[in-house]
């Protein structure tokens, strides 16, 4: 086992409640284990282990992130040998906000944590959880290198039209206020690996990317580059959600204080947690919601008709901004799998040059596969994302790259 940990690297996603982590050979794509904490701080708390040669689960109170990851890097320790002789090469760390301060995978010393911990106002609920999984994987594996991959920075160079809200200059300026995007490795490695299914250089290819998993953008992508995307300021702007609400008249949130009495933290909630396809149908897990359109139920349906409605408000709004598509491509637990989803939010499209193949389209498969018809001018693609993999090669790239 200690073998195969060696020439690993070890991804950390420590989000507000959970704390997802894995260990991956960056070149094969090997993954030696994987797992997940959840419900830190809760009396109810989770792990789940998978590793070369089994699985493992513990049930119990997890009180906060700090002990969580001790309790993972415990777990890796228990694999083989102490930790720090275990052949890990690198750490790469998810990191949710980079700003405008971080654009490219990023060596973390102290002051790149610090400056995570600055950009708080802009993720309350991620970067503080970020912050404490980069201290503690420093403190437990100080001798080689940790690399911060940002989830906004694929669209930091977006163009000013699309990044800019149209609110006043200043106050904008002194808030940080702006569209910065998120699911940026995902629609960075997706893109990229749908330009080699395709056998075609990313760069003369414009891409529209759906990632549908509890979170959802689309985003536009023009020879490489991203020129636009749903998610805002915060993730809560764009598509429709497991349980966020996506784009919403602000005037709601006044009225909701106004009229309704609500606070903000209250309105926060409502949004974030209570709304999506959780608010207009009770579930928020996309099985769930087909089930209970199944059982005839007209919330979800209706559910269902609002999230495929906004699907196709962003494809015709991303058509348009990048003058023609090469590739459409879906991915995330929603569109890697759903192939209804697939077919609704395209259909009708053959004027547009897009023609899914409903034969194709409902075959279940877990690979990268084309689900356009034979004679659609645009390609429709179906392409697993892998953020883990994404993190681990830009950090091992990254640690290559250091003087030794
Ligand atoms: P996350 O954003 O948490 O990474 P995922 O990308 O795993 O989420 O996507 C989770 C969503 O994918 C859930 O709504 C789940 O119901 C949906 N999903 C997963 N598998 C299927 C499936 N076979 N059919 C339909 N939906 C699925």
Redesign the pocket.
């Known amino acids: 086992m200690t073998a195969a940990i060696a020439g690993t690297v070890l991804v950390l996603n420590s989000g507000s409640s959970s704390i997802k982590f894995q260990l991956v050979h960056p070149e094969t794509a090997e993954s030696v284990a994987h797992g997940l904490i959840e419900r830190i701080g809760e009396p109810e708390g989770r792990i789940v282990f998978h590793h070369t040669t089994g699985f493992e689960e513990h049930l119990g109170a997890i009180t906060d992130h700090r002990s969580g990851l001790r309790m993972v890097l415990d777990m890796i320790e228990g694999l083989g040998r102490p930790l720090r002789e275990a052949g890990i090469v690198a750490v790469g760390h998810r990191l949710v906000h980079g700003g405008e301060v971080f654009h490219e995978p990023t060596l973390i010393d102290d002051a790149v944590v610090q400056a995570v911990a600055d950009l708080s106002v802009l993720a309350p609920l991620h970067n503080p959880a970020n912050v404490i999984g980069m201290e503690v994987a420093r403190e437990e594996l100080p001798d080689i290198p940790h690399v911060g991959v940002f989830d906004t920075a694929f669209f930091h160079d977006m163009p000013a039209a699309a990044t800019t809200y149209a609110i006043d200059r200043d106050i904008a300026r002194e808030h940080g206020i702006r569209r910065y995007g998120f699911h940026g490795t995902s629609h960075d490695y997706v893109s990229q690996r749908a330009a080699a299914f395709l056998g075609r250089d990313r760069a003369d290819l414009n891409i529209i990317v759906f990632h549908l998993?509890?979170?959802a953008s689309a985003s536009a992508i023009a020879g490489g580059r991203p020129i636009d995307t749903s998610m805002g300021l915060t993730p809560l702007e764009g598509l429709v959600m497991?349980t966020r609400c996506g784009d919403i008249d602000p005037g709601v949130v006044m009225h909701l204080n106004r009229s309704a009495g609500l606070r903000v933290d209250a309105i926060d909630d409502l949004l974030n947690r209570r709304s999506g396809l959780k608010g207009m149908s009770g579930v928020n897990?996309?099985?769930a919601l087909l089930r209970l359109v199944a059982d005839g139920s007209e919330d979800a349906k209706l559910a269902y008709d609002v999230y495929v409605h906004r699907l196709r408000r962003y494809l015709g709004a991303y058509l348009v901004e990048l003058g023609g598509v090469d590739a459409v491509v879906f991915t995330?637990?929603?569109g890697e799998?759903?192939a209804d989803v697939r077919r609704d939010a395209l259909a009708g499209l053959g004027r547009l040059g897009i023609v899914v193949d409903p034969e194709a389209n409902a075959t279940r498969a877990d690979t990268e596969r084309r689900i356009s018809a034979p004679g659609s001018e645009v390609e429709v693609l179906v392409i697993p994302t892998d953020e883990e993999l994404a993190i681990a090669r830009a950090a091992d790239a990254l640690a290559k790259s250091l003087p030794r």
Do not use: E
Request: no cysteine; charged share 15%; aromatic share 8%.
């Open positions: 998993g509890n979170g497991g897990d996309f099985r995330g637990g929603v799998n759903n």
